[in-house]
């Protein structure tokens, strides 16, 4: 029952986010438009937040904005559940009232749902997340082909802190949050800054969701904190790992984007790790102490995984937060 339900979620929501699932190379000039945090959903309620940070290392002010998507049920003693997902306007975009109904009749408390971006229209603001979503690293573990005139990367430590700390505590100013039980959702970049907040910071979530994460950015560097985190993971306790991919769907590229530049070095780069790399990751993780799994959504290109991951990751965090009482 419970896999014809989610199948039937998928199909309902794909059916709502179809002009995307094509799209290889994501365009940058999208605006978000009207949205289920405008229309309304059975079962949550909506409020936006707006904040902001100094980057130290760029010495200039970010604003962020919050779409906040509240249960509408009565809070448990304990607080809600708390899945914090970046690209959050892209994502809101991929978000139906019928998705979102189904998530709050789950079975326990439905989490409470943050949509985190930066505060513009654009649905995916690509410079901006480049420096939020990425480590550090030097010049040299930069290829050629990450080196985009405009671009900078590096700043994850910094957001990884203001999430933990500004956002979340922003969150429980408008409903009581449950600690113990917060996730983190990014797709792409998105999702190898999830993997860096596992493997760097692994106590400030609980449960995260990588989707087709960037593996290969900076000459596979988070594969070397992969490996630096096996011990730290070692003694954690309680976290889940739920990585989403997609199979298959590069192979039908257009011509016009096989020819694209950009994407030429995009799919280049990606060569850095193996096809397999994210596999054998989780079964790492795995290893170490952390309840990790891997699905795969054949079929599907790179940026089509965004919006397909979503009824997979929010099935995944309702089982986890009932499973870990």
């Known amino acids: ?7 039937l979620c998928f199909i309902s929501f794909s059916s709502l986010v179809s002009p995307f699932f094509a799209v290889a190379k994501p365009d940058m000039t999208i605006k978000t438009g009207k949205t289920v945090a405008d229309t309304g959903a ?3 309620r909506f409020v936006r937040l707006t904040l902001s940070r100094e980057d130290t290392i760029q010495h200039r002010q970010i604003d962020y904005r919050v779409n906040l998507a509240i249960p509408t049920t009565p809070t448990p003693d304990e607080g809600f559940p708390l899945l914090i997902m970046l690209d959050g306007n892209a994502a809101l975009m991929e978000v139906n009232a019928d998705l979102l109904a ?3 009749k789950r079975a326990g408390p439905p989490p409470v749902l943050a949509f985190l971006a930066h505060d513009n229209d654009l649905r995916i603001d690509g410079d901006a997340r480049a420096w939020d979503y990425t480590p550090a690293v030097t010049d040299a573990q930069l290829s050629q082909r990450e080196k985009r005139p405009g671009r900078s990367y590096g700043g994850a430590d910094q957001y990884l802190a203001f999430i933990t700390h500004d956002v979340v505590s922003a969150i429980s100013q408008h409903t009581q949050i449950n600690m113990q039980k917060r996730g983190l959702w990014g797709h792409s970049y998105g999702g190898l800054f999830v993997l860096h907040a596992l493997f760097t910071q692994p106590e400030g979530f609980a449960f995260y969701a990588p989707v087709d994460p960037s593996l290969w950015w900076g000459e596979g560097y988070i ?5 630096s985190a096996a011990n730290t993971l070692n003694s954690t306790q309680g976290k889940s790992l739920f990585v989403v991919t997609g199979s298959g769907g590069d192979k039908n590229r257009s011509h016009k984007d096989r020819n694209d530049p950009a994407l030429a ?3 280049k780069a990606r060569e850095a790790v193996p096809g397999d790399e994210i596999s054998r990751l989780v079964e790492r993780v795995n290893a170490n102490n952390v309840n990790a799994k891997h699905i795969t959504l054949p079929g599907l290109s790179h940026g089509a995984t965004l919006g397909a991951s979503l009824p997979e990751v929010f099935a995944a ?3 986890f937060t009932r499973s870990n009482n």
């Open 1 to 7: 029952m419970f896999s014809r339900l989610l199948f």
């Open 42 to 44: 059975e079962g949550y």
């Open 223 to 227: 594969l070397k904190e992969e490996k």
């Open 317 to 319: 965090f309702s089982e």
């Open 265 to 267: 070095a995009i799919y």
């Open 102 to 104: 189904q998530v709050s």
